[in-house]
């Protein structure tokens, strides 16, 4: 009697079970994923252009100079670096400090649009009248507004959109205080956290 062996593997329905659980899981679970990784992207630039105005501050005591951070847009990427402040600069030079952010990420002076926060970082959360314009650290490591010479002691608020995020998220901020304390900030959806 010849005996039959039995077959190892799996059956074609057992497969598209699998591969149907699989797909249902990546619809899921990608766009989650792609919103955590554009959050963390975020989150390092903003790290990052802490450092960028720390750093312009130090070098401002250090070298006894004013010393201005300044932001560009070439080859469309975001790029904010530091220089004195009585020059007046186009581009970045490559000897000078700077950090570049991915494309998705542009400066803005207020939110605004149907994504935008629906409230601001506004002088009853920060404590002060903040600024825009482009930061300046004097000697002593004040930040302030340098003009023709004079430099005038003042704090700042920045405002970064990651345009790849839908809705309301991938809003941040960057605050200086008169002091100098550089703080953090990101929009939960439903308000700004440090």
């Excluded at 959050?39 to 105005?53: E, K, V, Y």
């Excluded at 004013?66 to 932001?71: A, K, N």
């Excluded at 904010?80 to 000078?96: C, E, G, L, R, Y």
């Excluded at 430099?151 to 205080?177: E, H, M």
Aim: net charge positive; charged share 10%; glycine share 8%.
């Amino acid at each position: 009697m010849v005996q039959r062996r039995k077959r190892a593997g799996f059956s074609i329905l057992e497969l598209l079970i699998v591969v149907s659980i699989l797909l249902v899981i990546g619809v899921v679970a990608i766009p989650n994923m792609m919103s955590v990784i554009a959050n963390s992207r975020l989150r390092a630039g903003m790290t990052s252009m802490s450092g960028l105005f720390q750093n312009c501050r130090m070098m401002a005591v250090k070298t006894n100079k004013t010393l201005s951070t300044h932001f560009a847009t070439p080859n469309s990427a975001l790029v904010a670096f530091i220089k004195d402040a009585a020059v007046s600069p186009a581009i970045p030079a490559a000897s000078d400090p700077q950090i570049t952010w991915a494309a998705p990420v542009i400066k803005v002076t207020t939110p605004t649009g149907p994504t935008a926060p629906s409230t601001l970082l506004d002088s009853t959360i920060l404590g002060f009248t903040p600024q825009t314009v482009d930061l300046s650290f004097n000697p002593r490591g004040l930040p302030c507004v340098f003009s023709g010479g004079n430099c005038a002691n003042s704090g700042f608020l920045y405002y970064f959109k990651d345009t790849s995020q839908p809705g309301t998220r991938g809003w941040a901020a960057v605050s200086i205080s008169p002091a100098g304390r550089i703080k953090r900030w990101g929009w939960s959806g439903t308000a700004w956290t440090d």
